[in-house]
């Protein structure tokens, strides 16, 4: 599972009901989206703030979970250089994933020991909201055994990825997320083995729903995913209400 753990506090076993807010972003350089995650994450185990959901795109990046190998990325640094595309080493658990325009990106900071939230249904609840938003498109989606993040005809050898996911727990906060591909140049997966899988076949909502994606213009790309991003929201938030809390 894409998971990695710092030490957690102990929790006050709360009930799961804990407010959840919102908060749609827009187009966030990846360095700064990673800041802004650091200081809620700070904020929010200080209870500060309550539970975040963020919601934005990334302009092209490439991170590396903390334990990723760099020899899935396929690509030389020339190549990378001029595609203007940068690599990032995070402290997320997970392989290596692109993020670029067209891709809904979600990052829940959560005080999952609050909420009495352990991990795994954590995982279930986001791969729950990317598998029900590809749905809202007309996409069938869903989880495979042994790989997490959400996939169209997952029980096929020609299984293909369409959301990737990769958390951090905090001091029993959460943080980092999904991506969620809605209609983002594929051809940048090639520069990459997906989350550390050689072969495997990234797809999106646009090309399983049969857009034109290269008809779309990018405000109209841009306008899918703050849709994906509503969807995803609403379908997250009924997942964690149906959470119930860990007895320890």
């Avoid at 991170?63 to 001029?82: I, K, M, N, Q, Y």
């Avoid at 994933?97 to 995982?123: D, E, F, K, M």
Wanted: glycine residues 10%; proline residues 7%.
């Amino acid at each position: 599972m894409a998971v990695a753990t710092a030490s957690t506090a102990v929790g006050a076993g709360s009930p799961s009901a804990e407010p959840l807010e919102v908060r749609w972003l827009g187009r966030v350089p990846y360095r700064e989206a990673w800041a802004l995650q650091h200081r809620l994450l700070e904020d929010r185990i200080l209870e500060r703030i309550p539970d975040q959901l963020l919601l934005l795109e990334h302009p092209a990046v490439l991170t590396l979970g903390r334990g990723a190998d760099p020899l899935h990325v396929r690509a030389s640094p020339a190549a990378l250089e001029a595609l203007g595309i940068e690599v990032i080493r995070v402290e997320r658990g997970g392989e290596v994933t692109y993020h670029g325009p067209g891709q809904l990106v979600a990052y829940p900071i959560l005080a999952v020991s609050r909420r009495g939230l352990l991990i795994r249904p954590l995982v279930r609840a986001l791969e729950a909201a990317m598998i029900e938003t590809c749905a809202s498109f007309g996409v069938v989606a869903g989880r495979r055994d042994g790989h997490p993040g959400s996939w169209v005809a997952p029980e096929h050898t020609e299984a293909r990825k369409i959301g990737a996911l990769g958390l951090r727990i905090e001091r029993g906060v959460s943080y980092h997320g999904i991506a969620l591909n809605i209609a983002p140049n594929l051809a940048h997966f090639d520069l990459i083995d997906p989350c550390g899988m050689p072969g495997v076949v990234s797809t999106s909502i646009a090309v399983e729903a049969g857009w034109d994606a290269a008809a779309l213009a990018p405000d109209a790309v841009a306008a899918e995913v703050a849709r994906a991003g509503a969807r995803f929201a609403d379908a997250f938030a009924a997942g964690l209400a149906r959470q119930p809390a860990s007895s320890g």
